[in-house]
């Protein structure tokens, strides 16, 4: 019976840690779209209630790598050697502490963080895209890592500007959660064709 039990979740762990990804990423792109139009409303002056979705958005990213982290770890797959939704817990989390600094200091503080945590997130989401490339879903990912590495250097050095604005912060949300509803689609293909 213990060999039965050992080799069945062997068995049915990909389709489940695809799954669970799936839903995962329609979570995300829900809530970046969202998050995006909340910003967008907001975004003319560094008020309370946008100082609060700044400080959001990278806590609720560290939230979603912990489910992550929890359904590669429940698939026994090669998903469960992954360091990179750990790494991206502990980045987001410093993110959502300094961005909560930074909000007092005003937009180009907020953007000089924001474009930080945006390059090194982006590095974490494409190396994770490219290991989990084999389970298909993932190209999107890949590319939202490296558009979100460039983004985030591009956030950093508008932050020296005159005309700094947040309104960037919320296309760049928003390209995000279309990036992660194509994996999600993707993932949904794959698994349909698997």
Same mark, same amino acid.
């Given at each position: 019976?213990?060999?039965?039990?050992?080799?069945?979740?062997?068995?049915?762990?990909?389709?489940e840690?695809?799954?669970?990804? %799936?839903?995962?990423?329609?979570?995300?792109?829900?809530?970046?779209?969202?998050?995006?139009?909340?910003?967008? #409303?907001?975004?003319?002056?560094?008020? @309370?209630?946008?100082?609060?979705?700044?400080?959001?958005?990278?806590?609720?990213?560290?939230?979603?790598?912990?489910v992550?982290? %929890?359904? #590669?770890? +429940?698939?026994?797959?090669?998903?469960? %050697?992954?360091? $990179?939704?750990? *790494?991206?817990?502990? /980045?987001?989390?410093? +993110?959502?502490?300094?961005?909560?600094?930074?909000?007092?200091?005003?937009? @180009? !503080?907020?953007?000089?963080v924001?474009?930080?945590? #945006?390059?090194?997130? $982006?590095?974490v989401?494409?190396?994770?895209? *490219?290991?989990? %490339?084999?389970?298909? $879903?993932?190209? @999107?990912?890949?590319?939202?890592?490296?558009?979100?590495?460039?983004?985030?250097?591009?956030?950093?050095?508008? !932050?020296?500007?005159?005309?700094?604005? /947040?309104t960037?912060?919320? $296309?760049? !949300?928003?390209?995000g959660?279309?990036?992660?509803l194509?994996? !999600?689609?993707?993932?949904?293909?794959?698994?349909?064709?698997?």
């Amino acid at each position: 019976m213990d060999t039965v039990v050992d080799h069945h979740p062997a068995h049915t762990a990909p389709a489940e840690f695809s799954a669970a990804l %799936r839903k995962l990423y329609l979570l995300r792109f829900v809530f970046a779209a969202v998050w995006a139009a909340l910003l967008f #409303a907001t975004a003319d002056t560094l008020g @309370p209630l946008n100082g609060t979705l700044l400080v959001l958005y990278p806590l609720f990213d560290a939230g979603c790598a912990v489910v992550d982290l %929890r359904s #590669a770890r +429940a698939s026994d797959g090669a998903a469960t %050697r992954l360091s $990179g939704p750990s *790494v991206n817990i502990g /980045l987001s989390v410093l +993110a959502g502490a300094a961005l909560a600094v930074a909000v007092a200091s005003g937009v @180009p !503080a907020v953007l000089r963080v924001w474009g930080v945590w #945006a390059v090194t997130a $982006g590095i974490v989401q494409l190396a994770v895209g *490219v290991v989990r %490339r084999r389970m298909g $879903g993932q190209w @999107p990912m890949i590319v939202s890592g490296g558009i979100s590495t460039v983004a985030g250097a591009s956030f950093f050095l508008q !932050a020296g500007k005159d005309d700094a604005t /947040l309104t960037n912060l919320a $296309g760049y !949300a928003f390209l995000g959660g279309v990036f992660f509803l194509a994996s !999600a689609l993707r993932l949904r293909s794959a698994e349909r064709n698997g």
